[in-house]
Structure formats: C-alpha cells, structure tokens
Nanobody
Framework: QVQLVEFGGGLVQAGGSLRLSCAAS????????MGWFRQAPGKERDFVAA???????YYVDSVKGRFAISRDNAKNTIYLQMNSLKPEDTAVYYC?????????????????WGQGTLVTVSS
C-alpha cells in the first residue's frame, strides 16, 4: 500500500524558514516524479515544486530563489526547504508521487498524495 506522509508544517513569522519532509512507503520511489502542491483556504490546489527521477527540477515563479526541493532516494523522502517565507505562502502543503507523470507541474498527473501539512506565515 503506497503511503505519503508530510512533516514539518507549522507557524512561522514572515521572513522565517521551514523545512517540509515527505516520507513515501509501500514500494521504492526512486523512479517516481515527486512534487509539492499547496492549497490556500478557498483556493484551488496549486503547483509549488517538482523533481523528476532524473533530477529535473521545476518551481512556480513565486517561490523561485526562496524554496528548494530535494530528494533522498535511499530514504524514500523528498524535502522542501522554504526560506524568506511570506504570508501569501500560507496554505496546506501536499506532496505527490507517481512513476508515470506526463507533466510534473500538473496535479492531475499524480496518483498518490499525502494528507497535507499546514504552513502558516504570520505578518
């Protein structure tokens, strides 16, 4: 049974940092594309960052230079280092994975999702 579990959300002041982790289990994920998405209250789930199994990395423009995605295949874990956080980064953050992803930036490309972790950035 495939399972994704996010860790690391919380409350932080603007300008601060958080590191999210997503632990995958149930099978190896070294050949999966894995991504982070976020959903603010009343809004749709939006792409944040993704990393393919070949190491290609993608970011939404609003987080470029502030966020960094990485993966540790030995641990079946991906990370999202978030620096210089802004109030507009407040959202529930979800990780996603799939071995066959046509577009890493699209939520519909991923079959497996975590339950989400809340990130709140205060001004």
């Amino acid at each position: 049974q495939v399972q994704l579990v996010e860790f690391g959300g919380g409350l932080v002041q603007a300008g601060g940092s958080l590191r999210l982790s997503c632990a995958a289990s149930g099978r190896p994920f070294s050949r999966d594309a894995m991504g982070w998405f976020r959903q603010a209250p009343g809004k749709e789930r939006d792409f944040v960052a993704a990393i393919t199994w070949t190491g290609d990395i993608y970011y939404v423009d609003s987080v470029k230079g502030r966020f960094a995605i990485s993966r540790d295949n030995a641990k079946n874990t991906i990370y999202l280092q978030m620096n210089s956080l802004k109030p507009e980064d407040t959202a529930v953050y979800y990780c996603a994975a799939d071995a066959s992803v046509s577009s890493p930036l699209r939520a519909v490309s991923y079959r497996y999702w975590g339950q989400g972790t809340l990130v709140t950035v205060s001004s």
